[in-house]
């Protein structure tokens, strides 16, 4: 994973070198950061956006939001609503948000 990744901290990168996230994993991460800076802190992607420009399956993005939130990396907000068809989720990465 390159170390240029615009507001990531090394610490997080650190992390993601340790083999918690897997290569597939990583570049979906990658793919959300990179859509935070795009998006000014926010990414509004779809998950098969998120898939397509991670070259990985919709599952895997699944899987990797969900345990990046559980570590507290990223932050995601549900844009529910009654009555419409729901908003795209929007995640936002706590680590750079720290910073």
Known sequence: MPSEIVGVPNQLLNHLYLGIFSRAEQRVL?????????GGGQCVATVAALARDSGTSKRTVANSVAQAVRLGIIEKLERRRYSVLSLPKSISSTAIQRH
């Open 30 to 38: 990658q793919a959300i950061f990179k859509a935070v800076a795009d």
